[in-house]
């Protein structure tokens, strides 16, 4: 049995990390300010006797036992991390220096959840590891985006400089269960807008694109990740492929929900990506990993979560 630390363990993914590393039979710890996360998604946990909560901000530093840790720790939807800029930037930095510190002086093994918001608006496509991305230092989603890279920049120095044991995963658009209904993601967003019979809000055209991964596909990779030997310090994609326009991710939603919500078009928010697409190679090779749930399936058991939590 191991003893994991889940910073952000109440949020979205968070919450199924935790469920699954204690069903793996690991006593599990979670650290979350309740900021995005919520109780309602780890109360089915709470008789675990193996699973703790502790109510803390990352930005402060804390000091704890444990033998890995995965710091999931920030809000992860543009709405959530402009709310107030600096504070990501702050949880981003400070939290991951405390993280980083704590992982350091403990000898655990730690894991970044890093994003694919590293790469900003891409101008390669699909997006390898190896690309440095293109994003504007400035913009509205700079404090998330920049937050992130300079958290992979502390994570390499902190391996290379003091020999902390790091895994970084960018994680590329993530849904399911437990999403919050109004973050303002597009999946969520859709499939709430769906099932109220309200409009289907495209932001642009709906050209652009973007690669959905289920979030079991994405437990299972940084799982995996984790289990790799000392030596993979590099990041890693975690992500699914298949790559689907916004207007078409409305079109299945509408499809099968069976509503009759309309679309209508608003106009894009500055800096928005117009296109994303995992190379997942580097994965494939190293985790023997690739996603296995499609986007009709994820949907469907998504859409079921909604109606349940929605009272539809
Ligand atoms: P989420 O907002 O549901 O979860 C984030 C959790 O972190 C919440 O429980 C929140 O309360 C907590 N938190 C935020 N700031 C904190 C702080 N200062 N101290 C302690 N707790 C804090 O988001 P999510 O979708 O579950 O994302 C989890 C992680 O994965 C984030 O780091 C995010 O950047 C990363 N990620 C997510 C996606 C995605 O598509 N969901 C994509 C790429 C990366
Ligand atoms: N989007 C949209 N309608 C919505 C919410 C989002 O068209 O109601 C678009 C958004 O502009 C972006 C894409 O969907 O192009 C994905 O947005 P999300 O916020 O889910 O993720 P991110 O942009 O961070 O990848």
Known sequence: MKRILITGGAGFIGSHLCERLLNEGNEVISVDNYFTGAKSNIVHLLDNPYFELIRHDVTMPFFIEVDEIYNMACPASPIHY???????????????????GLAKRIKAKILQASTSE??????IHPQPETYWGNVNPIGPRSCYDEGKRCAESLF?????????????????????????PNDGRVVSNFIVQALNGKDITIYGDGSQTRSFQY?????????KLMETP????????IGNPDEFSIKELADKVIEITGSKSKITFEPLPADDPTQRKPDISKAKEILKWEPKIKLEEGLLKTIEYFKKTLSL
């Open 82 to 100: 402009q709310y107030n800029a600096i504070k990501t930037i702050k949880t981003s930095v400070m939290g991951v220096i405390n993280i980083l």
């Open 156 to 180: 390499v120095n902190y391996n290379e400089q003091n020999n902390v044991r790091i895994k970084i995963a960018r994680i590329f658009n993530t849904y399911g269960p437990r999403m919050h």
């Open 118 to 123: 590293v790469y900003g608006d891409p101008k």
């Open 230 to 237: 000392d030596s993979i310090t590099w990041p890693i994609n």
């Open 215 to 223: 979030v079991d596909d994405l437990v299972n990779g940084v799982i």
